[in-house]
């Protein structure tokens, strides 16, 4: 990171005069910061530190606050746990860059309510002399899931990107006298994460501290062993200026940078990352939460669930998630193979399918009828609106209804709209939801024996309350806050072609994995 950090605004101050949540689908609270670090989880509680000492906590990863400032502050922190210690890496310059030094503190804890919360120094681990070609600043730290291992990224646009090896016992440099390893170039806000056999260097790359003249956005190699070399998926190496694109600047938010994984288990991760200038919040740098995917052997950014009205589909049978009533078919009903529509006077042999000898106008029953010429497969003419839920629900049961898996019919029974819910808090990246047969206040339901119901309108339960995370390979989650009488979480879940239930979550199976399609 440049020197413009030098002239950021106090983050907490900035925090009290801009909206809270200009967007539904934002995160929520006091959310600004820039370079945040990796987001911990501590004693039930998510925990970030940025540039400046500005510190966030939240106890859902929803909806953040003002946190304690750390004793040293600096420049693009990072944070890992190894064993019972939280590390804290950070950077600051000695006089003008590239002249700069990484500095260490540890706690048992990160909650300023515990016992075990109180910040030791741990000594400098990594530096830069203002000559050589590197500027030691935004740490990122990596613990190697394979060995134990753990290591330290650092550096930005005054030179190359450095690796160092880290005692896991102390958090130090291990090996003082071992020269760094040269892994980039033309990056800065390095981390390593690992993923089926592939470590992966992710790195921020375009210009800084310019609010919406910021080009920042986030680009990544992947090497078999951990020192590289880190190739992008053209095989260019990131020593020459290689990097796939992850995310960049998209929307009203502009200048995406600082990644940090956030691996939830059970086939769930996302990252943290910050946006340089959010224009729904007057163009403040902010924390962001996404989803993390993976294609090809490549990460992709996912997308948190927005409101709309979608169509939820089983990955495991094809079939969709409606309202257990008799559905009316789009258009109306029409007559049988050869057949009149019911109510309609016999036609004469050949009638309806545009046969040799049928007369004119037969099997045009009206409107319920195929028009003359067209025959039984030609259509009603003309274009078929949508159904309206007004007309077609008019028979349906007045109170609670069961949920049930059909074929998709683009009827109304069918489609279902996703809506955050105002201050029912919310988990990482995402509100709460409450999911409602588009057009009505039918809800969707948990019930105490772990099935579900469409109850005739929100009352804003917890058991009406959905979390919806996107999975790894694109597919989606669909989760209740609450199930009644249970602690256990449990997942939408579809058995069979018709039939759909609560269950405890399986990564390896395709019960749980849903599509969300526009209809």
Same mark, same amino acid.
């Given at each position: 990171m440049?020197n413009?950090?030098k002239?950021?605004?106090?983050?907490?101050?900035l925090?009290?005069?801009?909206?809270?949540?200009?967007?539904?689908?934002?995160?929520?609270g006091?959310?600004?910061?820039?370079?945040p670090?990796?987001?911990?989880?501590c004693?039930?509680?998510?925990?970030?530190?940025?540039t400046?000492?500005?510190?966030?906590?939240?106890?859902?990863g929803?909806?953040?606050?003002?946190?304690?400032?750390?004793?040293?502050?600096?420049?693009?922190?990072?944070?890992?746990?190894?064993?019972d210690?939280?590390y804290?890496?950070?950077?600051?310059?000695v006089?003008a860059?590239?002249?700069?030094?990484?500095?260490?503190?540890?706690s048992?804890?990160?909650d300023?309510?515990?016992?075990?919360?109180?910040w030791?120094?741990?000594?400098?681990?990594?530096?830069?002399?203002?000559?050589?070609d590197?500027n030691a600043?935004d740490?990122?730290?990596?613990?190697?899931?394979t060995?134990?291992?753990l290591?330290?990224?650092y550096?930005?646009?005054?030179g190359y990107?450095?690796l160092?090896?880290?005692?896991?016992?102390?958090?130090k440099r291990?090996?003082?006298?071992?020269?760094?390893?040269?892994i980039?170039?033309?990056?800065?806000a390095?981390?390593l994460i690992?993923?089926?056999g592939?470590?992966y260097l992710?790195?921020?790359?375009?210009?800084?501290c310019?609010?919406?003249?910021s080009?920042?956005?986030?680009?990544?190699g992947?090497?078999?062993?951990?020192?590289?070399?880190?190739?992008?998926?053209?095989?260019l190496d990131?020593?020459?200026?290689?990097?796939?694109?992850?995310?960049?600047s998209g929307?009203r938010v502009?200048?995406a940078?600082?990644?940090?994984l956030?691996?939830?288990?059970?086939g769930v991760?996302?990252?943290?990352?910050?946006?340089e200038?959010d224009?729904?919040?007057?163009?403040?740098?902010?924390?962001?939460?996404?989803p993390?995917?993976?294609?090809?052997?490549?990460?992709?950014?996912?997308?948190n669930?927005k409101?709309?009205?979608?169509?939820?589909?089983s990955?495991?049978t094809?079939?969709?998630?409606?309202?257990?009533?008799?559905?009316?078919?789009v258009?109306?009903r029409? /007559? =049988? !193979? #050869?057949? *009149?529509? +019911?109510? @309609?006077? $016999?036609? &004469?042999? %050949? /009638? =309806? !399918? #545009?046969? *040799?000898? +049928?007369p @004119?106008? $037969?099997? &045009?029953? %009206? /409107?319920?009828g195929?028009?003359?010429?067209?025959?039984?497969?030609?259509?009603?003419? %003309?274009?078929?609106?949508?159904?309206?839920v007004?007309?077609?629900?008019v028979?349906?049961?007045a109170?609670?209804v069961?949920?049930?898996?059909a074929n998709?019919?683009c009827?109304?029974?069918?489609k279902w709209?996703l809506?955050?819910?105002p201050n029912?808090g919310?988990?990482?990246?995402?509100?709460y939801?409450?999911i409602t047969?588009?057009?009505?206040?039918?809800?969707l339901?948990?019930?105490?024996?772990?099935?579900l119901?469409?109850?005739p309108?929100?009352t804003?339960?917890?058991?009406?309350?959905w979390?919806l995370?996107?999975?790894t390979?694109?597919?989606w989650r669909?989760m209740?806050?609450?199930v009644p009488?249970s602690?256990?979480?449990?997942a939408?879940s579809a058995?069979?072609a018709?039939?759909?239930?609560l269950?405890?979550?399986?990564p390896?199976?395709?019960k749980q994995?849903?599509?969300?399609?526009?209809?």
């Open positions: 440049r413009e950090r002239r950021l605004l106090p983050w907490a101050l925090a009290t005069v801009l909206p809270l949540a200009s967007l539904l689908w934002a995160l929520d006091q959310i600004g910061i820039h370079d670090s990796t987001i911990m989880f004693n039930g509680k998510y925990y970030t530190y940025g400046g000492g500005t510190a966030l906590v939240s106890d859902d929803w909806i953040w606050r003002a946190g304690t400032r750390p004793p040293r502050s600096g420049m693009a922190p990072d944070v890992i746990k190894v064993g210690r939280y804290m890496y950070i950077s600051r310059n006089g860059q590239p002249r700069a030094e990484i500095n260490m503190i540890w048992k804890s990160l300023p309510e515990s016992p075990d919360y109180k030791e120094e741990g000594g400098i681990v990594a530096s830069s002399d203002g000559v050589e590197c600043i740490p990122g730290a990596f613990l190697d899931p060995d134990g291992r290591w330290l990224t550096g930005s646009y005054f990107i450095r160092i090896e880290l005692d896991p016992k102390t958090g291990l090996n003082p006298n071992v020269p760094p390893v040269n980039g170039i033309n990056l800065e390095t981390t690992y993923h089926d592939w470590y992710l790195g921020t790359r375009g210009s800084c310019r609010g919406a003249d080009g920042y956005n986030i680009r990544v992947r090497a078999k062993k951990v020192t590289g070399p880190y190739l992008d998926h053209t095989g990131m020593l020459r200026g290689g990097g796939k694109l992850l995310i960049g929307g502009i200048g940078g600082h990644f940090g956030i691996d939830l288990g059970d991760q996302k990252f943290s990352m910050h946006w200038a224009l729904d919040r007057g163009g403040a740098s902010v924390l962001d939460i996404r993390l995917l993976w294609k090809d052997g490549w990460p992709v950014a996912g997308e669930a409101p709309g009205t979608y169509v939820i589909e990955v495991r094809g079939t969709v998630l409606e309202l257990a009533v008799e559905g009316v078919p258009g109306g029409r /007559a =049988g !193979r #050869g057949g *009149p529509a +019911a109510g @309609a006077p $016999a036609a &004469a042999p %050949g /009638a =309806g !399918r #545009g046969e *040799p000898g +049928a @004119a106008g $037969a099997g &045009a029953a %009206g /409107a319920q195929p028009p003359a010429g067209r025959g039984m497969f030609g259509g009603i003419g %003309g274009v078929i609106p949508d159904q309206d007004a007309q077609v629900s028979n349906w049961p109170g609670p069961d949920a049930r898996m998709y019919l009827q109304a029974q069918q709209t809506t955050p819910v029912a919310g988990y990482l990246g995402s509100p939801f409450k047969i588009a057009g009505t206040d039918r809800t339901a948990a019930t105490e024996d772990a099935e119901v469409v109850l309108a929100f804003g339960g917890p058991e009406q309350l979390r995370d996107q999975l390979d694109g597919t669909i209740p806050k609450a009488g602690k256990q979480p449990l939408l058995v069979g018709s039939f759909v239930t269950a405890k979550f399986d390896k199976s395709d994995r849903w599509l969300l399609k526009t209809p």
